[in-house]
């Protein structure tokens, strides 16, 4: 069955520092993947998806991922970090179903 | 568009009362809606997945006698937490699907945070 796993409950970077969120999956038919931002007390609101297109995936506010099928890695990146970037960052796999599969989450702290 | 909404935001009750949270979709309809509970620095945790006009299909350790679904329109499902005790507390979310050209994506609601005193 799909599962993603988050390397890394939380992440501090400085503000304007390179952000690199790192989610690994495990899937035996190609995946679809997601990265999704939660504010606090927020619902999910989605950054960018992969949807077996294109392996490097530009989402909303910077943020970009690239599907590595070799290392089964989708990690998360922004090449500047801004202080409105501090949340909470959940990986996702959509399960043939339908159902989605959420990683642990990460933390991400921007330091000024 | 694809605005999902919840109703209520937040919900403080007594132990053992029961207390509904409404799901809808606002400019799409949603064939399947999805409840997830979320605990404190938790992830999302699936409880069920509602399809207009059948029966909710609870995940395994789920009780569907306490977390009672019903998906009666192609907008609404709602989520009715019985006799609720404190372990119930927690925040909970619901996501509607739609279908795009690739496949039926899901869009979430902004949250109930439920407190059981």
């Known amino acids: 069955a799909q599962s993603v796993t988050q390397l890394g409950s939380h992440v501090s970077v400085s503000e304007g520092a390179l952000v690199l969120l790192r989610c690994n999956y495990s899937s035996s038919v190609p995946p679809y993947l997601f990265w999704y931002v939660q504010y606090p007390n927020q619902g999910l609101q989605l950054l960018l998806k992969y949807t077996s297109a294109a392996t490097l995936v530009k989402g909303i506010n910077g943020f970009e991922a690239e599907f590595k099928k070799s290392e089964t890695s989708f990690h998360l990146t922004k090449p500047s970090a801004h202080m409105s970037d501090a949340a909470e960052y959940f990986c996702?796999?959509?399960?043939?179903?339908?159902?989605?599969?959420f990683g642990q989450g990460t933390t991400l702290q921007v330091k000024p | 568009g694809a605005v999902v909404s919840q109703h209520p935001s937040w919900v403080i009750c007594k132990s053992g009362t029961s207390v509904k949270i409404e799901c809808r979709s606002l400019d799409f309809q949603a064939t399947t809606m999805f409840w997830y509970r979320q605990f404190p620095k938790q992830s999302l945790m699936l409880m069920a997945t509602s399809n207009e006009g059948s029966k909710a299909t609870y995940e395994q350790g789920v009780e569907k006698d306490k977390f009672l679904i019903n998906h009666a329109s192609l907008t609404l499902s709602t989520l009715t937490v019985t006799s609720a005790h404190p372990e119930d507390s927690s925040f909970y979310i619901c996501?509607?699907?739609?279908?795009?050209?690739?496949?039926?994506?899901?869009?979430f609601g902004p949250g109930t945070r439920l407190t059981v005193l």
């Open positions: 996501s509607a699907s739609r279908k795009t050209q690739v496949y039926n994506e899901q869009f």
């Open positions: 996702a796999v959509r399960r043939p179903t339908g159902k989605l599969i």
